[in-house]
Nanobody, 119 residues
Framework: EVQLVESGGGVVQPGGSLRLSCTAS????????MSWVRQAPGKGFEWVSS????????IYSDSVAGRFTISRDNSKNLLYLQLNNLQTEDTAMYYC????????????RGQGTQVTVSS
């Protein structure tokens, strides 16, 4: 059974930073691309970033490019998202999902981790 557990969210002021983590289990982590998606209150899911299975390729949505960095540690089955220069519009529940952009499996997401950007 695929299990993804997100952590690291919190409340920060605009311009602040956070590092999100996702612990994966139940599948061979290193064989899959992974993604982060987010859901703001009252809105649908928004793709944020993807990373290839070995971490050699990364892509970002236009809204976060240059501010967020995705990475992974296949030896520990961990996925990360570094969030810098956070803005109020980044406020959302953040989820990790299995798969790369265009083919991620939304139903693999965990409980999510809340990021709130507020002054």
């Amino acid at each position: 059974e695929v299990q993804l557990v997100e952590s690291g969210g919190g409340v920060v002021q605009p311009g602040g930073s956070l590092r999100l983590s996702c612990t994966a289990s139940g599948f061979t982590f290193s064989r899959y691309g992974m993604s982060w998606v987010r859901q703001a209150p009252g809105k649908g899911f928004e793709w944020v970033s993807s990373i290839s299975n070995l971490g050699r390729a990364t892509i970002y949505s236009d809204s976060v490019a240059g501010r967020f960095t995705i990475s992974r540690d296949n030896s520990k089955n961990l996925l990360y998202l570094q969030l810098n220069n956070l803005q109020t519009e980044d406020t959302a529940m953040y989820y990790c999902v299995r798969g790369y952009r265009g083919g991620y499996e939304l139903d693999t997401r965990g409980q999510g981790t809340q990021v709130t950007v507020s002054s």
